[in-house]
């Protein structure tokens, strides 16, 4: 049993000028008994850039590293879920799509992929640092922060982006829930297949085989989590051939079975996930268009 908590939540759309390269804003304010935690699971999904003040997390990754005592959590492009441990917090997110984390953050994103940094003192994050430092003041001020993230990245140089087209197509085949094939994401994309999965570690941190069964698993995830009245029958995305399948996908990507996941609380993903529909129309962010979370 966990302890009571209570969430708020509040997503906001990128500046115009950035929407093509982030989900979305989001601020997280979660409520705990004095000295208590509650437990979660984040799920498989792009990067996210995480600000904390208050109760500082810990996060566990795939294969047991753990992150903990940090401000400023990067996650890297993840195919399993990530466990959290939280007090009472205020914390803004920043959902970074493909095309973002190739523009502010550079490098090839299969090398951190499935990982928990601290983005304090990894190299590869320090241009977000100041932001880190700035971000939250001396009293809570929603608006002054979001504020300060918009105009953070706004202030960053503008650079060209290799293979930005190629980057874009390869997101509008991955969310297209009748593609089903690396061969039909090479059709549709152009180029050689190890064009596109040089493209794909690049930018998206895995191959294009593992993106598009990610992809249809978190449509299934998402359809229960928003309407667990379906069941698991009711969510399993139709590429599933039958419910083994389903099955063996869940075990891998969760590390659970759909039994043992459906029995957990979810105090703040399931909260996250609603307030998170309700604005962007998708529950996750794998499953947003390259135009943003924001783009309707």
């Known amino acids: 049993m966990q302890p009571e908590c209570h969430v708020q939540v509040q997503f906001h759309a990128p500046p ?29 999904e792009w990067a996210n850039l995480r600000f904390v003040s208050g109760d500082l997390p810990d996060a ?31 914390m803004w997110g920043i959902g970074l799509l493909p095309l973002g984390w190739a523009r502010f953050v550079g490098v090839p994103a299969v090398q951190y992929a499935d990982s928990v940094i601290d983005g304090n003192t990894h190299p590869a994050f320090s241009a977000f640092t100041p932001l880190a430092a700035t971000l939250f003041g001396a009293e809570p001020d929603p608006a002054a922060e979001l504020a300060r993230i918009s105009d953070h990245f706004l202030a960053r140089p503008a650079r060209e982006v290799p293979d930005e087209a190629r980057i874009l197509a390869i997101h509008g085949a991955l969310i297209d829930p009748d593609l089903a094939t690396v061969s039909q994401l090479v059709e549709r994309t152009g180029g050689s297949l190890r064009t596109i999965e040089r493209a794909c570690a690049r930018a998206f941190g ?11 698993f978190m449509r299934s995830l998402a359809q229960y989590l928003l309407d667990p ?12 051939h039958d419910q083994a399948q389903f099955v063996r996908d869940f075990k891998q990507f969760v590390g659970m079975s759909p039994r043992q996941y459906a029995a957990l609380d979810k105090p703040i993903i399931g909260a996250v996930m609603h307030a998170r529909a309700r604005f962007a129309g998708h529950a996750v962010q794998a499953l947003d268009r390259p135009e943003g979370g924001a783009a309707r």
Do not use: M
């Open 229 to 240: 009245s379906l069941k698991w029958i009711g969510a399993i995305d139709g590429q599933y």
């Open 60 to 90: 566990e990754a795939h294969g047991g590293t753990v992150l903990s005592h940090t401000n400023f959590c990067v996650t890297g492009p993840s195919s399993h879920t990530v466990r959290v441990e939280q007090g009472s917090a205020r």
């Open 206 to 216: 895995f191959s294009p085989k593992l993106l598009l069964r990610r992809q249809r």
């Open 16 to 44: 115009a000028e950035l929407r093509r390269y982030f989900t979305t804003f989001y601020l997280v304010e979660l409520t705990v008994a004095a000295g208590c935690r509650v437990t979660d699971h984040l799920h498989p």
